[in-house]
């Protein structure tokens, strides 16, 4: 299947903070990206849908000024959670749209925010 | 058995067993369904997909079916192994998701796979 790549795998930061996540696919460009949050032992919440060369469309109750997306190339979508609180803490997984309904996720990324 | 409270519904079931998990889905026009295997600390693999005019389809030690009379999904895993235990979500894409694909994740199933 389609590869999809996230880094990083885990990341620690203090309050305050800014933090970047990539979320690349290898061997397919993908005009649509997906980031999900996860708290433990809960299922995937979408938080925003990616396009590429557009404005990201975010779900209710998501602040779009506190995790900024941005998707610059068919490959690429970058998540920046700003001025991280503990609160922000969780599991943040991306997945790509092949153009098929069949997406694919990255290994996702742990934020520990101290 | 299974289990429902504050914590993901577990299911245990010993090695070499049959499982099946069950997931109620929301939306009555959604037109697409996907089983995700999740292992700790991963993203969820795809197991096997179905759409809404099938009821049943099969893949390898793995069967989905489909009621949408009572919108509920399963997933039988056969002979069930020690490498199948992970948390098992349900997903659907409602009808109009068009090109976005927008998945809505179940609530999720863990799957303890004893010895």
Same mark, same amino acid.
């Given at each position: 299947?389609?590869? =999809?790549?996230?880094?990083?795998? @885990? =990341?620690?930061?203090?309050?305050? +903070? ?5 979320? @690349? ?11 999900? @949050?996860?708290?433990? !032992? ?19 109750? =998501?602040? !779009?000024? !506190?995790? &900024? ?6 490959? &690429?979508?970058? &998540? ?21 309904? !069949? &997406?694919?996720?990255?290994?996702? +990324?742990?934020?520990? =925010?101290? | ?8 519904? %577990? ?9 099946? #998990? ?23 693999? *795809?197991? #096997?997909?179905? $759409?809404?005019?099938?009821?049943? $389809?099969?893949?390898? $030690? ?14 039988? #895993? ?10 098992? *979500? ?9 090109? %976005?694909?927008?998945? #809505? ?11």
């Amino acid at each position: 299947g389609a590869v =999809v790549s996230q880094h990083p795998s @885990r =990341v620690i930061c203090k309050s305050g +903070t800014s933090v970047k996540i990539e979320c @690349r696919s290898l061997d397919f460009q993908a005009t649509t990206m997906f980031w999900y @949050r996860q708290f433990p !032992k809960q299922s995937l919440m979408l938080m925003a849908t990616s396009n590429e060369g557009s404005k990201a469309t975010y779900e209710q109750g =998501v602040e !779009k000024d !506190k995790f &900024l997306i941005n998707h610059a190339s068919l490959t &690429l979508s970058t &998540l920046t959670v700003t001025s991280a609180h503990p609160e922000d803490s969780s599991f943040y997984i991306c997945s790509a749209n092949t153009g098929r309904e !069949k &997406l694919f996720f990255g290994s996702g +990324t742990q934020l520990s =925010v101290l | 058995g299974e289990s429902v409270g504050l914590h993901l519904p %577990t299911l245990s079931v010993q090695e070499g067993d049959n499982s099946i #998990i069950n997931c109620a889905y929301s939306n009555s026009a959604s037109d697409y369904f996907i089983w995700y295997k999740q292992e700790s600390g991963k993203g969820p693999q *795809f197991i #096997i997909d179905i $759409r809404s005019n099938m009821d049943k $389809r099969q893949g390898q $030690r793995v069967t989905v079916l489909l009621n949408k009379t009572v919108k509920h999904l399963s997933l039988q #895993i056969a002979a069930t192994q020690p490498g199948d235990s992970a948390v098992y *979500f349900c997903a659907e894409i409602p009808s109009g998701g068009g090109a %976005t694909n927008k998945l #809505i994740f179940g609530t999720g199933t863990l799957l303890a796979v004893q010895p």
